[in-house]
């Protein structure tokens, strides 16, 4: 035990290891910075999954071009199919479904090409992140993949029965109106009865329209009443 502690206050009091010595020519070195992309900077990337972002793109706006302008707004339309159908298959697990996927990609193109940024800097630098200039085309761009995972996740099982058992407003307006709760009362009575199993999670609570459980029910009472 004395042993112990005699060695535990030996190196308690050695002398720290010398620092290495810089060479001279290190002090007077230029910084070197790297510049490369950070895990926060807005990307394709980051639009495609839909996280937050910083604009870090030092690119600075130049002479306007048209061509430039054109080679933005093409730039953003050539990978609208693929962000469309990656957004819609993944919020329903690997399932297509090609009508979401073309009105995602109307809705897409139309705010793409609101992005050329007047030809007056490349919209997205040779890093690949997007320039500070185009947050307002960034958010559009997201908010239109947003709102396709929305419709992907809530609306798609439930507009795909409507458009096979014949409902009226089914396609594109069945996508928004489910979505948005804004479903006509006829729509939900023909949802509400032909639909029932796979929009259940979308019909209102309190329906105006019986659904065709609550009309078995309400028929089952009036016979047992007679």
């Known amino acids: 035990m004395k042993a112990l502690i005699v060695s535990l206050f030996l190196l308690g009091s050695a002398p720290p290891a010398a620092t290495p010595a810089l060479a001279p020519e290190a002090l007077s ?3 070197v910075s790297d510049d490369s992309p950070t895990a926060w900077a ?3 990337d980051t639009l495609r999954e839909g996280k937050e972002c910083v604009f870090e793109s030092e690119a600075t706006p130049g002479t306007p071009s048209p061509e430039q302008d054109a080679a933005n707004r093409k730039l953003l339309k050539d990978i609208s199919r693929a962000l469309c159908t ?3 298959g993944n919020a329903r697990e690997g399932v ?3 009508t979401l996927v073309a009105m995602c990609e109307k809705r897409y193109l139309a705010a793409a090409d609101k992005c050329g940024l007047g030809g007056n800097v490349s919209i997205v630098d040779s890093k690949g992140r997007f320039a500070a200039t185009a947050r307002t085309c960034y958010r559009g761009l997201s908010t239109v993949l947003q709102e396709a995972q929305l419709m992907a996740t809530v609306a798609a099982p439930c507009c ?3 458009a096979r058992r014949g409902c009226p407003a089914a396609g594109d307006r069945c996508y928004a109106d489910v979505a948005q709760q804004q479903t006509s009362p006829a729509t939900l009575a023909c949802l509400s009865e032909r639909c029932e199993d796979v929009c259940s999670v979308v019909l209102p609570s ?3 329209a019986p659904t065709a459980r609550e009309r078995a029910g309400s028929s ?3 016979s047992a009443s007679l």
């Open 86 to 88: 990656e957004t819609v």
């Open 220 to 222: 089952r009472s009036g």
């Open 29 to 31: 070195a230029p910084p």
């Open 42 to 44: 807005c990307t394709v």
């Open 206 to 208: 309190t329906s105006t």
């Open 160 to 162: 795909a029965c409507a």
């Open 96 to 98: 297509s479904d090609a």
